[in-house]
């Protein structure tokens, strides 16, 4: 098994503890990739007084390492225990483990939750949920036979933008909503990264539909506060792949970036430019030949990096959704259109990826923002709404300090602490990553059959109908 960094993060309801005044939950993390590290700072920071990580577990014990050093800096008094992945079971129970956080490539998440549930734990996992539908369905009956909880995060509904888009379509501004177009870009630095990681075969990820897009259907379901309903869908490999590369005359290419005596090539990682992928990835190879680094113009590209959506909703509202993952530059447009008007959301994460610097470049700016200067496209965002028969006006947004706006902290906030009231709504539960996921999972089939799909024939062992908001 491949054990990575998955991309991006996201919210949540916060799983059961025991009420206890001053327990800490004890905790199990699995996956020491890139993605685990928010958890670890979390938890031996600003939630040390609730939480205590007890162990960590990977198939590769260098990247365990890593972390290990990691916590000491962090003031951990020692190292804390570790377990080989195999051995879950019995080290939930014989150490009393409340929670699992699982952090690993997205086809292992169903075997790790419905593990751990039947174990006796309850589960924060990173999105998606799962890729397929026998994983829905697995977990669906773990969670009916257990009772036990799973939060898929959900960090983009806590970002100040999208929160606000939130508050204006749910106080009823623009009327009741009977379109949504959605348009996301990724640049040729964080798109291109998806096509040499695990992420670039679709039976490891579900593909960009799955993997990256659920964080966009979570956002729609949530803003609309709707059930997707039906589903059709279009999209290839059109720019990375080696048939690409060969098509627009690229040559031949070395099969990974991390190669001496190699020109600058924007499409090349080289891991020893970057000390933490070196540490983390580079030098762990030994223990399991993972390459974090594969040429995005190799074959075994199995995932699209065009793609376009018609999703009908159980309310009425119809979804246009596109995903280019090749870009220029990287952030997403936003319209809704309702009775009464229509509200347009801009976000610019990077306005240009210059080939010409030698400053390094971050993979994603949306949760690591980066300033930059562009004389016609500038990295910043807007909330445009407009009634009928009205002017226009702009809604302020207030950004807090961290990744995604400030979505992260009050995103952990709520993971650790429990959620309050909150008239958004943005904690969620297993059914909103069922939900999102439902989208992926029957836009990979109408791009198999050329067909639309309807959700409800999929089978995915629960009712996600409205009536289950």
């Known amino acids: 098994m491949v054990n990575v960094d998955t991309a991006e993060t996201h919210p949540a309801t916060t799983p059961s503890t025991s009420g206890t005044a001053g327990h800490r939950t004890r905790i199990a993390l699995i996956g020491t990739g890139g993605r685990s590290e928010m ?61 699992v956080i699982v952090t690993t490539p997205d086809y292992t998440h169903a075997d790790y939750i419905v593990e751990a549930l039947e174990a006796g734990a309850d589960v924060v996992v990173e999105k998606p949920l799962t890729i397929d539908v026998e994983g829905c369905r697995r977990i669906t009956t773990a969670v009916a036979e257990t009772g036990r909880n799973v939060v898929v995060t959900f960090n983009y509904r806590y970002s100040p933008r999208n929160s606000a888009l939130k508050e204006v379509i749910q106080n009823g501004v623009i009327g009741k909503v009977t379109s949504i177009d959605f348009s996301w870009v990724l640049d040729t630095v964080h798109g291109a990264d998806y096509f040499r990681r695990w992420h670039r075969d679709k039976k490891n990820s579900g593909g960009l539909l799955i993997h990256k897009a659920s964080h ?77 680094d594969q040429d995005v113009f190799t074959d075994g590209i199995t995932i699209e990096d065009n793609l376009a959506l018609v999703v009908d909703y159980q309310g009425g509202p119809t ?37 010409s610097t030698d400053k390094k470049t971050v993979v994603d700016p949306s949760a690591t923002p980066i300033e930059e200067e562009d004389a016609v496209r500038r990295n910043g965002e807007r909330l445009i709404v407009q009634r009928h028969w009205e002017a226009a006006y702009e809604v302020p947004i207030i950004n807090g300090e961290g990744g995604h706006g400030g979505g992260d902290n009050l995103l952990l906030s709520d993971l650790f602490n429990g959620p309050g009231v909150d008239p958004l709504g943005r904690p969620s539960g297993y059914i909103d990553g069922l939900r999102s996921v439902s989208v992926g999972i029957a836009g990979n089939q109408s791009l198999d059959t050329n067909l639309p799909v309807h959700i409800s024939e999929l089978g995915l062992g629960a009712d996600l109908s409205r009536d289950q908001a």
Request: charged share 30%; no cysteine.
């Open 216 to 292: 966009h259907f979570d956002l729609v379901n949530w803003w609309i506060n709707d059930v997707p309903e039906r589903v059709f869908a279009s999209g290839g490999l059109r720019f990375y792949g080696d048939k690409n590369a060969s098509d627009r005359g690229l040559g031949v290419r070395p099969e990974r970036g991390t190669v001496d005596g190699l020109e600058r090539d924007p499409f090349r990682l080289d891991l020893r430019d970057d000390e933490r992928l070196k540490a983390l990835y580079y030098d762990n190879e030994k223990f399991d030949g993972y390459r974090r």
């Open 39 to 99: 958890y670890i700072r979390a938890i031996f920071g600003q939630h040390a007084d609730v939480a205590e990580l007890v162990a960590l577990s990977d198939v590769n014990p260098g990247r365990v390492e890593f972390y290990q050093e990691l916590i000491k800096e962090l003031g951990g008094s020692g190292p804390v225990g570790s377990f080989e992945p195999g051995e879950l079971t019995s080290f939930i129970q014989a150490h009393g483990i409340e929670r």
């Open 319 to 355: 979804l246009s959704y596109s995903l280019n993952a090749h870009s220029p530059w990287e952030g997403y447009r936003v319209t809704v259109n309702g009775t009464e008007g229509r509200a347009e959301l801009e976000v610019v994460e990077r306005a240009a990826v210059e080939f």
